[in-house]
């Protein structure tokens, strides 16, 4: 499976989920809603620049504080296809695989690309192409549990195909 | 090889004779507790799936507490929603206005919490519970739509980091600064993915209510979960409280941790977390070096620091003194009993006639949400546990995490101030 867009780059830590999605916001759960707001709090313009099928790039503990699983809906509904960046604050990264949305750790991501890189993201290959700058990058591979999640489109999915949570062999 | 007090409950509940951290599992899950915010779009999630089935009633716990009292229509219907489906499914354990309250404060006293078990819960601060030794981490709607439905959830057994902190903390220290002293060392990704086992003489010499504020913040260090071995004071704190049996679980002598980092709490200071990160604590021998940090507001309350106890501390400060014009105090008791234990002790006079306003339980302006907003411009010191930009208000204001009695002296200066001054 590849994916391309073009990349929204922070050279920030630890971006909160306060800040993907402030709390108030959170009286609704609908993605179209969510999404008029995402990454408000830490740039007004982002939903302005945002096009679908484009990535966030970031450094490390991406999606950190609340569990407010409105941060993937609110990146997801404003078009983003997934987020790289050094690491993930636990829950968003499990809330990112219950959803099916990407969430790839890439080291130092955030320093070799620039903003509006064209990106192609290779998740059999485990490979980021950096197509502005010729250059490419190996990330973590998700793990087959999560994939396997990817591939349900979700959480409740998997279950409902499996009649359980977590398969035994995996 | 023996086994951590986490990995010894996970593998119970996942029926395993022991587990490794990096293993996953499938573990069942003895409590799920839903708030406002994030259980109602796992109702949705369960109805769209064609799920909509709770595996055991009794062992959901439902407390409205975000935006609770409705703020607006939209807060009113999200409520009205989870009623609707608590009554449907029969769901006993509903906290509803009378009986509200901040949930992490509510679980433990109303004996919901019970060393050894699992919990899980659509809120990240749900490792407060491991304060009386049970497995509990915070979750999203998914993973709470998945676990009402089946009643059990995967999980990753994390590896543990031990924290041992020994000795007498001295006056005017409490254990919020034990906890924003840890988080300052190792950062707000420090614990990531992991389990943070709280152990030690300091420990054991806190009560029950104040270990909750240590672990509560484990989240804010990234872990997974803060724990604590239960002892005498825990089994007394849930005997009183509830009638389930329980095993202890402890975790063994030969037990594998990743580290183990130890703290003399004899040496720890008052300490405040500045803007915007829980991580960026400053003790008060530093602040003393500062210039003067005004604050619009002083907030006592949330999951961290808004129990009796909490409340107690800021009472004896604020005696006989009165809040700085200019500085508007705030006092949220976190649940219906706590309201009325201090109402009864005459906390509240002391409160108002220091010119602090009380308000009715809520998780209100600690994120944002209602009942205390900041403005442009703003500073407020809280005893609450997150200082993200924008967290209780408008995006240029500022948030300073401290203790309440740091709080109620600072409510009184009107500027971050040393609450050792007021004490006896």
Redesign the interface.
């Known amino acids: 499976m590849k994916l391309t867009g073009k990349a929204h780059v922070y050279k920030k ?2 971006i ?1 989920t ?2 993907i999605i ?3 916001y ?4 609908k993605e179209e809603e969510l999404a008029k707001h995402a990454m ?3 740039d007004t313009e982002f939903v302005k620049k945002v096009e679908k099928g484009d990535f966030i790039v970031a450094k ?2 991406f999606g ?7 941060a ?1 809906w609110a990146l997801r509904g404003s078009g983003v296809k997934a987020v790289i960046a050094n ?1 993930f ?3 968003f990264y ?2 990112a695989i ?2 099916g949305f990407l969430a790839i750790e890439c080291k130092d991501i955030a320093d070799k690309v620039g903003n509006n890189d064209e990106l192609e993201i290779d998740l059999k290959k485990g490979k980021i192409l950096n197509i502005t700058k010729d250059e490419s990058y190996s990330f973590v591979p998700l ?1 087959e ?1 999560a994939l396997k999640l990817i591939g349900s489109k ?4 998997y ?2 195909e499996n009649k ?3 398969a035994d062999n ?1 | 090889m023996g086994m951590t007090i986490t990995e010894k409950i996970l593998a119970k509940h996942a029926g395993k004779e022991s587990v490794k951290p990096g293993e ?3 573990a069942k899950i003895d409590l799920v507790m839903c708030h406002d ?2 259980t ?2 796992a109702i ?3 109805e769209k ?3 909509d089935k709770v595996f055991d009633p009794d062992k959901v716990v439902i407390t409205p507490d ?2 609770v009292p409705n703020k ?1 229509i ?2 009113a219907e ?1 409520v009205a929603r989870i009623r609707r489906w608590a009554k449907k499914h029969k769901i006993k354990n509903f906290y509803d206005i009378g009986r509200h309250g901040v949930c992490h404060a509510i679980l433990p006293e109303q004996g919901h919490v019970i060393p050894g078990t699992t919990i899980v819960a ?3 601060h ?1 490792c407060t519970h491991g304060a009386l030794g049970a497995f509990s981490t ?6 709470i ?2 676990t009402l ?2 009643g ?3 999980f990753k057994v994390p590896e543990t980091i031990k924290f041992v902190i020994d000795g007498k903390l001295p006056k005017g220290v409490y254990s919020k600064d034990i906890i924003l002293t840890i988080i300052r060392d190792i950062g ?2 420090g614990a ?2 992991k389990a943070m086992e709280f152990t030690g003489s300091t420990i054991s010499d806190l009560s029950v209510e104040a270990r909750m504020t240590i672990t509560n913040m484990a ?1 804010e260090a ?1 872990g ?1 979960s803060g724990i604590i071995e239960p002892d005498e004071k825990t089994l007394e704190y849930v005997k009183s409280r509830s009638k389930e049996k329980f095993e202890v679980i402890r975790s063994d002598e030969d037990a594998n941790y990743i580290e183990t980092k130890e703290y003399d709490a004899s040496k720890l200071e008052p300490i405040v977390a500045f803007p915007d ?1 829980p991580s960026n604590g400053k003790t008060m021998s530093e602040i003393e070096k500062m210039e003067d940090i005004n604050v619009d507001q002083a907030y006592l309350g949330s999951c961290t620091n808004g129990r009796i106890e909490d409340l107690r501390i800021a009472a004896e400060i604020l005696k006989g003194n009165k809040v700085k014009e200019g500085t508007r105090m705030i006092v949220v008791p976190a649940t219906t009993d706590i309201w009325n234990q201090a109402m009864k002790e005459g906390l509240f006079d002391i409160f108002t006639k220091a010119g602090a306003t009380i308000s009715t339980p809520t998780c209100g302006a600690c ?3 209602h009942m205390g907003i900041l403005a442009e411009g703003e500073k407020c010191i809280t005893s609450t546990n ?1 200082n ?4 209780m208000g408008s ?1 240029k204001s500022k948030v300073y995490l401290a203790s309440p009695a740091i709080v109620a002296a600072s409510a009184i200066e009107g500027k971050i101030a040393d609450p050792r001054r007021y004490l006896k």
Not at chain 1, 26 to 29: A, Q, V
Not at chain 2, 388 to 391: I, L, Q, S
Request: hydrophobic share 35%; net charge negative.
């Open positions: 830590d630890d909160n306060d800040e402030p709390a108030r959170l009286t609704s759960d408000e709090d830490l490390e503990n950190c504080g609340s569990s407010r699983e409105h993937i690491s604050a636990r829950i499990r809330n219950n959803n793990s549990f979700g959480l409740l999915n279950i409902k359980g949570i977590v995996v | 996953l599992i499938n915010v994030t109602t779009p949705d999630m369960l799936a064609g799920m975000h935006f607006d939209k807060s999200m659509g809120d990240s749900t915070g979750v999203g709607s998914t993973d739509a998945a439905a089946t059990e959830l995967w707000v990704d990531l993915y989240i990234g997974k990160l994120l944002g949400g997150r993200f930009v924008g967290r995006p």
